[in-house]
């Protein structure tokens, strides 16, 4: 509420950075263990996140972190590293990196529960602090891109939103070229975009070609 303390507030981001669960209110009521999980909420429409930006490094790849971490701490969210030029969230999360993008779309899935095993085959846990986040390694090798075909992506993104409350897309900052079109269509897909940028002149003028 708007009329919280600021101690109380302090209170309430210490226990949300260690990953527990907010001290319950006196006048609310307590929720019982069992029903402590997140599963998606059927009057939430999921929503597909995809964070690009312009040349150089605004910290896209943090912020999606960050929010993919912060929103699997209360809902199912996935993290997808699309960045088919350079991925680094395997790096950052220190995932294993041999679980990935390519490694689902060689598996070919074609029914609903093959597609269900092989997401489950390919994501690994996001944090210790975000109990219900996982995410998708990006391609590890550049001779592999040839295997994500649009059509695969365009499936895979309807088979999260299917899983997932949340779908958090990190694409690159190219647009233009033969290696890019998953990241427009990465782009076209999505419900939100966040373009990061810094604020020094030669980040926004990079983030304004980017917009062009």
Same mark, same amino acid.
């Given at each position: 509420p708007l009329e919280t303390g600021a101690d109380v507030l302090q209170q309430a981001l210490m226990v949300a950075a260690r990953g527990e669960r907010p001290p319950v209110a006196p006048d609310e009521p307590e929720t019982p263990a069992e029903t402590r999980s997140a599963p998606r909420d059927p009057t939430v429409r999921p929503a597909v996140l995809t964070l690009t930006s312009g040349h150089g490094s *605004? @910290?896209?790849t943090t %912020?999606?972190?960050s929010l993919a971490t912060a929103l699997g701490a =209360?809902? *199912?969210t996935v993290l997808v590293d699309a960045d088919m030029n350079g991925p680094? %969230?395997?790096a950052c999360l220190d995932a294993n990196p041999t679980r990935n993008l390519y490694m689902l779309a060689h598996a070919e899935p074609l029914t609903t529960r093959e597609w269900d095993h092989a997401i489950d085959q390919e994501t690994q846990p996001l944090s210790p602090r975000s109990p219900h986040g996982v995410v998708l390694c990006g391609v590890p090798k550049a001779d592999m891109r040839a295997k994500l075909a649009p059509q695969f992506f365009e499936r895979l993104l309807a088979e999260l939103r299917r899983r $997932?409350? $949340?779908v958090i897309v990190d694409v @690159?900052?190219?647009f233009l070229?033969?290696?890019v079109g998953l990241h427009r269509l990465a782009i076209s897909l999505a419900h939100e975009i966040l373009m990061v940028? !810094? !604020?020094?002149? =030669? @980040?926004l003028w990079h983030g304004r070609a980017a917009l062009r």
């Amino acid at each position: 509420p708007l009329e919280t303390g600021a101690d109380v507030l302090q209170q309430a981001l210490m226990v949300a950075a260690r990953g527990e669960r907010p001290p319950v209110a006196p006048d609310e009521p307590e929720t019982p263990a069992e029903t402590r999980s997140a599963p998606r909420d059927p009057t939430v429409r999921p929503a597909v996140l995809t964070l690009t930006s312009g040349h150089g490094s *605004p @910290g896209r790849t943090t %912020i999606a972190i960050s929010l993919a971490t912060a929103l699997g701490a =209360v809902a *199912p969210t996935v993290l997808v590293d699309a960045d088919m030029n350079g991925p680094t %969230i395997a790096a950052c999360l220190d995932a294993n990196p041999t679980r990935n993008l390519y490694m689902l779309a060689h598996a070919e899935p074609l029914t609903t529960r093959e597609w269900d095993h092989a997401i489950d085959q390919e994501t690994q846990p996001l944090s210790p602090r975000s109990p219900h986040g996982v995410v998708l390694c990006g391609v590890p090798k550049a001779d592999m891109r040839a295997k994500l075909a649009p059509q695969f992506f365009e499936r895979l993104l309807a088979e999260l939103r299917r899983r $997932y409350q $949340y779908v958090i897309v990190d694409v @690159g900052a190219d647009f233009l070229g033969a290696d890019v079109g998953l990241h427009r269509l990465a782009i076209s897909l999505a419900h939100e975009i966040l373009m990061v940028i !810094t !604020t020094d002149l =030669v @980040g926004l003028w990079h983030g304004r070609a980017a917009l062009r």
